[in-house]
């Protein structure tokens, strides 16, 4: 869990910047971050720590009182700052007001507003803790930000769609279904792909990896832009040959080209052990999270197995039928 990370725990969070119109007041922003506030509770959420080792423990919402909006929101005035100055100011806001965050007394939720005057549009730097937000809750958030200063610019106040399954609700069904007898019947399952991880085969390099080596830091990337066509064959096409989905394509060519890798270096190894992610948002029997904001994001441990030749590997990678696709 993330309570485990090393670092500054508080500053765990999402964020986004966004354009303000010009001539925006205020008072109307914190009207209608008073208004997000009061629809997710998720957003007033805070850390419980045990009594006796001071860890966390669980999670609690914090009551509303009729100044959390006002609370929330900073304000920078930009007028006149251009180039180097008017990013210093953002970068300088943002850094303040991830400071503000702090998960045990309940404030998940900062907002820093770069009011460039009457004339010019602004910016809104919204900061989010990430125990109280997922990629998925932005999609609802921002719709409803804009909804809500709409309905405070008219006078009125927002009123959000209390409808659908709450965060609290879908942690309680989900803890109860942990217990279930269909669940404790994967339980055997679950751990044999724990287990995965302590086989030498299941590396996806050269050696383990290593905590204090192994950071952020030190991390790379490569992004490759594919053609409209081949874009097409990807995720339209492709699946539908194998009879399964886009992340059944992507990792299976992971394990064949993980293969392919160790073969050339004369490796051992017929498999990889990897955690995948998903939005964890599968809705069971009667529970609605369309419209619900939280962390919800799943990781789970797959185990990816590739027994092939060398001849069966290069007709895979030729499109071929060695995997039995038709």
Request: one cysteine or more; a negative charge; proline letters at 2%.
């Amino acid at each position: 869990m993330a309570v485990g990370r090393r670092g500054d725990l508080r500053r765990f969070h999402q964020g986004v910047l966004v354009r303000t119109p010009a001539g925006l007041l205020q008072q109307e922003l914190q009207v209608a971050l008073q208004a997000l506030l009061q629809s997710h509770p998720a957003l007033r959420l805070r850390l419980v720590r045990s009594e006796h080792e001071g860890q966390a423990v669980g999670l609690q919402v914090v009551e509303l009182d009729d100044q959390a909006g006002a609370r929330s929101l900073t304000r920078v005035d930009m007028s006149g700052l251009q180039g180097q100055g008017w990013l210093g100011a953002l970068q300088a806001g943002n850094e303040a007001a991830l400071g503000r965050l702090d998960p045990w007394s309940g404030c998940m939720l900062q907002a820093v507003w770069y009011d460039a005057g009457e004339q010019e549009a602004g910016r809104l730097r919204l900061v989010i803790h990430h125990f109280a937000v997922d990629g998925v809750s932005w999609r609802i958030l921002l719709p409803e930000l804009q909804a809500a200063w709409q309905a405070a610019r008219s006078g009125q106040f927002y009123q959000g769609d209390t409808e659908g399954t709450s965060y609290g609700r879908w942690a309680r069904q989900l803890a109860e279904q942990a217990h279930s007898a269909s669940r404790q019947q994967e339980l055997e399952y679950w751990q044999a792909q724990g287990e995965s991880l302590q086989q030498p085969e299941a590396l996806l390099g050269l050696r383990a990896l290593d905590a204090s080596r192994d950071t952020y830091a030190s991390a790379g990337s490569l992004t490759v832009q594919l053609a409209p066509a081949d874009t097409a064959l990807l995720l339209g096409t492709a699946p539908g040959v194998i009879h399964g989905s886009v992340n059944d394509l992507l990792l299976g060519a992971l394990v064949l080209a993980l293969q392919q890798w160790r073969e050339r270096r004369g490796l051992g190894g017929a498999g990889v052990r990897i955690d995948l992610e998903s939005h964890g948002r599968e809705e069971g029997r009667g529970q609605d999270l369309s419209r619900t904001v939280g962390w919800f994001t799943s990781l789970f441990p797959v185990h990816l197995h590739a027994q092939l030749s060398t001849e069966q590997l290069r007709q895979a990678l030729a499109g071929q039928a060695a995997l039995g696709w038709h």
